[in-house]
């Protein structure tokens, strides 16, 4: 038996992990030599133990007690360093990166499940190592040894954290606009000057220092994004030696107060004359920044999801347990009334949630496979399908496993809105996602405007015929399932030639928010039918959960693409062409 946690299901880790991906023959592959089953089920024992008794403990306390600035420092509740500090010493913070700088070198897929607990268990605290670990990843590719030495490696002790400072004040999104300016001082470092918005990370005193990686122009760079270089700004100067000195002219503006990951500061920086170091070259900052963005879009995903499942979670207990109303085909009133799980509309609520929640877990781990593919396997085939995937596992979590948490407020009643149930927190912590590291919006200009057409549609090509090849595979008895994922596989081949037919961007890309959900949905039909294929011949409440959460998706959730391929198909324009005056 497996122990029940309203946080996630170790169960479920293990189908994915185990009886779908199949981790364990990663270890027939080098880096990974030194592990195992028994290793990786440690490794998700002792997360799920640590999110249970140092995160979970205090997420509410974190988001009825945000932090606060008095002028001079950030306040933040104690259980923030308590949790982070038993959170390094497990030595997850390095976990998937390599043993000569301190890792253990778990598959990404692995680790990303470990981080899962954290994500669903507090949010808002596990978003520091998350930025961290992104943050040294960075460096670790692309800074000169001698940065790497000064500042990652106090990182993944836990002595300092990393933070990434691209939005400005009037730019937001749009990085071309950026107006932080770097001069080079004569001595290999730069003075940079400018203000950041919306860091989160940006300012505590839960360590030493703050890495903090800052995208700036460089003065006579060219506008627009060429003209970008990336920089490492400590809060502190931090010497050849590691000894942390003196506050580097980087200012807290003010704290951004968020309805959700209250517990995660949130920072307006003013940066003043700071001296910064340029990491890699001149004018190529954003194409370094881009694999801290994608692992962190990665990382949003799966924040989402942990949301989405652990609201899901507490609604299936509170439903098992509330007891009101009676069958409809109860006529006597003074029958006892029946766990609301046993209405069919409340059933249709945690069922849907289900197929939510577990289809982007799935996805997820998916992608992060990917990762480990392309590290140690076919690098050049993992990388694309993994570069189409990155959008859509960003931004289809975002949406419908936070569909999941208002869902869980609904299953809940009256109860779900107020602050005694914890599902109207989650729903809150989670309406960020859609935000955080590119809104719904921009992933579709990525997913259509970029992914699916770069290398004259080789990405596109590459996702359809993995597809297929998993239809292909599917039992007999899932034929209809596989026949439904072929015929949405040929639609979005069609859709996409007509989009980009003529050529016009503006056209092509009017509904592309519309593509994003119905290759979405797609994908997580596959990743359904991929789960089922798994569950196969297999017995148990366990799977034929799998197959009925299989069969909902591809009858109630699938034929939502039919409206939205419809559409993309017409060639409708009217959002590039309507006037902004009837609004």
Same mark, same amino acid.
């Given at each position: 038996?497996?122990?029940?946690?309203?946080?996630?299901?170790?169960?479920?880790?293990?189908?994915?992990?185990?009886?779908?991906?199949?981790?364990?023959?990663?270890?027939?592959?080098?880096?990974?030599?030194?592990?195992?089953?028994?290793?990786?089920?440690?490794?998700?024992?002792?997360?799920?133990?640590?999110?249970?008794?140092?995160?979970?403990?205090?997420?509410?306390?974190?988001?009825?007690?945000?932090?606060?600035?008095?002028?001079?420092?950030?306040?933040?509740?104690?259980?923030?360093?308590?949790?982070?500090?038993?959170?390094?010493?497990?030595?997850?913070?390095?976990?998937?990166?390599?043993?000569?700088?301190?890792?253990?070198?778990?598959?990404?897929?692995?680790?990303?499940?470990?981080?899962?607990?954290?994500?669903?268990?507090?949010?808002?605290?596990?978003?520091?190592?998350?930025?961290?670990?992104?943050?040294?990843?960075?460096?670790?590719?692309?800074?000169?040894?001698?940065?790497?030495?000064?500042?990652?490696?106090?990182?993944?002790?836990?002595?300092?954290?990393?933070?990434?400072?691209?939005?400005?004040?009037?730019?937001?999104?749009?990085?071309?606009?950026?107006?932080?300016?770097?001069?080079?001082?004569?001595?290999?470092?730069?003075?940079?000057?400018?203000?950041?918005?919306?860091?989160?990370?940006?300012?505590?005193?839960?360590?030493?220092?703050?890495?903090?990686?800052?995208?700036?122009?460089?003065?006579?760079?060219?506008?627009?994004?060429?003209?970008?270089?990336?920089?490492? $700004?400590?809060?502190?100067?931090?010497?050849?030696?590691?000894?942390?000195?003196?506050?580097?002219?980087?200012?807290?503006?003010?704290?951004?107060?968020?309805?959700?990951?209250?517990?995660?500061?949130?920072?307006?920086?003013?940066?003043? /004359?700071?001296?910064?170091?340029?990491?890699?070259?001149?004018?190529?900052?954003?194409?370094?920044?881009?694999?801290?963005?994608?692992?962190?879009?990665?990382?949003?995903?799966?924040?989402?999801?942990?949301?989405?499942?652990?609201?899901?979670?507490?609604?299936?207990?509170?439903?098992?347990?509330?007891?009101?109303?009676?069958?409809?085909?109860?006529?006597?009133?003074?029958?006892?009334?029946?766990?609301?799980?046993?209405?069919?509309?409340?059933?249709?609520?945690?069922?849907?949630?289900?197929?939510?929640?577990?289809?982007?877990?799935?996805?997820?781990?998916?992608?992060?496979?990917?990762?480990?593919?392309?590290?140690?396997?076919?690098?050049?085939?993992?990388?694309?399908?993994?570069?189409?995937?990155?959008?859509?596992?960003?931004?289809?979590?975002?949406?419908?496993?936070?569909?999941?948490?208002?869902?869980?407020?609904?299953?809940?009643?009256?109860?779900?809105?107020?602050?005694?149930?914890? $599902?109207?927190?989650?729903?809150?912590?989670?309406?960020?996602?859609?935000?955080?590291?590119?809104?719904?919006?921009?992933?579709?200009?990525?997913?259509?405007?970029?992914? $699916?057409?770069?290398?004259?549609?080789?990405?596109?090509?590459?996702?359809?015929?993995?597809?297929? /090849?998993?239809?292909?595979?599917?039992?007999?008895?899932?034929?209809?399932?596989? /026949?439904?994922?072929?015929?949405?596989?040929?639609?979005?081949?069609?859709?996409?030639?007509?989009?980009?037919?003529?050529?016009?961007?503006?056209?092509?890309?009017?509904?592309?928010?519309?593509?994003?959900?119905?290759?979405?949905?797609? $994908?997580?039909?596959?990743?359904?039918?991929?789960?089922?294929?798994?569950?196969?011949?297999?017995?148990?409440?366990?799977?034929?959960?799998?197959?009925?959460?299989?069969?909902?998706?591809?009858?109630?959730?699938?034929?939502?693409?039919?409206?939205?391929?419809?559409?993309?198909?017409?060639?409708?324009?009217?959002?590039?062409?309507?006037?902004?005056?009837?609004?």
């Amino acid at each position: 038996m497996h122990p029940v946690s309203s946080i996630l299901s170790q169960r479920d880790l293990e189908f994915l992990l185990y009886e779908w991906l199949d981790v364990e023959a990663l270890t027939s592959r080098p880096r990974f030599a030194e592990h195992s089953r028994e290793t990786f089920d440690a490794f998700l024992q002792v997360s799920a133990q640590i999110a249970e008794r140092e995160f979970a403990t205090h997420n509410r306390r974190n988001d009825a007690e945000e932090p606060r600035f008095d002028g001079e420092r950030v306040h933040l509740i104690p259980e923030v360093k308590a949790a982070l500090t038993t959170f390094n010493a497990s030595g997850l913070l390095a976990g998937s990166l390599d043993e000569e700088v301190g890792g253990m070198q778990l598959p990404h897929v692995v680790h990303r499940a470990c981080f899962a607990w954290f994500q669903a268990a507090n949010i808002a605290t596990s978003a520091y190592p998350l930025l961290t670990m992104a943050n040294a990843h960075l460096l670790l590719t692309h800074a000169a040894q001698e940065h790497i030495d000064r500042f990652v490696g106090p990182m993944l002790e836990g002595r300092f954290t990393g933070t990434m400072c691209l939005s400005e004040p009037q730019a937001g999104s749009s990085l071309s606009d950026v107006t932080t300016r770097a001069v080079p001082a004569g001595d290999g470092t730069y003075r940079v000057t400018g203000s950041k918005m919306w860091i989160s990370g940006g300012d505590h005193e839960l360590t030493e220092t703050i890495v903090h990686l800052v995208l700036a122009r460089v003065a006579g760079a060219p506008a627009g994004v060429k003209g970008l270089s990336l920089f490492i $700004v400590p809060k502190h100067l931090v010497g050849a030696d590691g000894v942390v000195g003196e506050r580097n002219n980087v200012d807290l503006a003010g704290l951004n107060h968020k309805m959700g990951f209250r517990g995660t500061t949130n920072a307006v920086l003013a940066f003043s /004359e700071s001296e910064g170091y340029l990491v890699g070259e001149e004018g190529r900052g954003l194409a370094y920044m881009f694999q801290m963005m994608n692992e962190a879009r990665i990382g949003v995903g799966a924040g989402a999801v942990a949301l989405g499942y652990t609201g899901y979670l507490h609604a299936l207990a509170y439903a098992r347990e509330r007891l009101q109303g009676r069958p409809v085909a109860g006529k006597d009133p003074l029958a006892p009334p029946v766990p609301i799980i046993r209405h069919p509309d409340v059933r249709r609520l945690l069922l849907a949630s289900k197929t939510y929640v577990e289809g982007a877990l799935a996805l997820i781990l998916y992608a992060s496979k990917l990762v480990d593919e392309k590290e140690t396997g076919n690098a050049a085939e993992a990388g694309l399908l993994l570069d189409v995937l990155t959008p859509i596992t960003k931004a289809w979590p975002s949406q419908w496993c936070l569909k999941a948490n208002d869902h869980a407020i609904q299953v809940h009643g009256g109860y779900g809105y107020t602050r005694e149930y914890p $599902v109207e927190q989650f729903y809150r912590d989670n309406r960020l996602n859609p935000i955080h590291e590119g809104t719904d919006g921009i992933q579709g200009l990525d997913l259509l405007g970029r992914k $699916v057409v770069m290398r004259d549609g080789a990405g596109l090509t590459l996702l359809v015929r993995t597809i297929r /090849e998993s239809a292909a595979k599917a039992p007999a008895d899932l034929a209809w399932m596989a /026949e439904l994922l072929e015929a949405g596989c040929q639609r979005l081949i069609e859709v996409t030639g007509k989009l980009w037919a003529d050529a016009d961007p503006t056209s092509a890309l009017a509904n592309s928010t519309a593509y994003l959900d119905a290759t979405g949905h797609l $994908v997580i039909a596959w990743m359904w039918l991929e789960q089922a294929t798994a569950a196969a011949g297999k017995e148990g409440a366990f799977y034929d959960g799998k197959r009925l959460a299989a069969r909902y998706f591809f009858t109630h959730e699938l034929p939502r693409t039919t409206t939205w391929f419809d559409l993309l198909e017409s060639g409708d324009t009217l959002l590039a062409d309507l006037d902004d005056e009837c609004l």
